[in-house]
């Protein structure tokens, strides 16, 4: 069973940066790509980035891009959300996703929250 473990959270003041880490253990296989989502109360779950796992295409929500820059560390299993130039409209908490195929996320972190005072 593959599992997800977000880390880097946190409070940071409005132009600050944030660096969220996931890393999956369990996992026998490659997966097709890892994503970052976040929900804000209230709201839907939003798309921030995703990046396939291999070649490293990344793919980035309307809001985040030219901000947020997602990695991937394959010899660690690991993701990373690079987060700079926050707004307080980022606040949410931040979910990491493993992706099988393409089109749908299988597996799912339990989630950090990342809130951005003004």
């Known amino acids: 069973q593959v599992q997800l473990v977000e880390s880097g959270g946190g409070l940071v003041q409005a132009g600050g940066s944030l660096r969220l880490s996931c890393a999956a253990s369990?996992?026998?296989?490659?997966?097709?790509?890892m994503a970052w989502f976040r929900q804000a109360p209230g709201k839907e779950r939003e798309f921030v980035a995703a990046?396939?796992?291999?070649?490293?295409?990344?793919y980035y929500g309307y809001s985040v891009k030219g901000r947020f820059t997602m990695s991937r560390d394959v010899a660690e299993n690991t993701v990373y959300l690079q987060m700079d130039k926050l707004k307080p409209e980022d606040t949410a908490v931040y979910y990491c996703?493993?992706?099988?195929?393409?089109?749908?996320?299988?597996?799912w972190g339990q989630g950090t929250q990342v809130t951005v005072s003004s």
């Open positions: 996703a493993d992706s099988l195929n393409q089109g749908e996320y299988d597996y």
């Open positions: 369990g996992r026998t296989f490659s997966s097709y790509a």
């Open positions: 990046i396939k796992w291999s070649g490293g295409d990344t």
